[in-house]
Nanobody, 132 residues
Framework: QVQLVESGGDSVQPGGSLRLSCAAS????????FGWFRQAPGKEREGISC????????HYADSVKGRFIISRDSAKNTVYLQMNNLNPEDAGEYYC?????????????????????????WGQGTQVIVSS
């Protein structure tokens, strides 16, 4: 059974940084792609970033471009989200998701990697608070 475990959430001041981790229970090469999503209280879950397992290509939401960096470490079966220059609008629950190698995202392409319905496996989330 596939498990994704997020960690690294914390409370930081505006302008601060955090690095989130998503540890997979199997090889990350077994998936087509990984995505990070966030959900603020009372709002819908939104795609933040995604990364291809094969070639490391990435996509970012406009709201985080230039501030967040997604990466993967195949040796550790872990995907990261480095978040810099955080602001209160970045607060929320952050979720890691993985897309199956022959699932809908693989068929449609990484360009749809910020769409939550394209993913097959989800973690439980980690909370990020941004407040002074």
């Amino acid at each position: 059974q596939v498990q994704l475990v997020e960690s690294g959430g914390d409370s930081v001041q505006p302008g601060g940084s955090l690095r989130l981790s998503c540890a997979a229970s199997t090889f990350i090469a077994d998936f087509y792609a990984f995505g990070w999503f966030r959900q603020a209280p009372g709002k819908e879950r939104e795609g933040i970033s995604c990364i291809s397992s094969a070639d490391g290509s990435t996509h970012y939401a406009d709201s985080v471009k230039g501030r967040f960096i997604i990466s993967r470490d195949s040796a550790k079966n872990t995907v990261y989200l480095q978040m810099n220059n955080l602001n209160p609008e970045d607060a929320g629950e952050y979720y890691c998701a993985a897309a199956a190698p022959h699932g809908t995202l693989a068929l449609r392409g990484l360009e749809r990697g910020l769409e939550l319905y394209e993913y097959d496996y989800w973690g439980q989330g980690t909370q990020v608070i941004v407040s002074s």
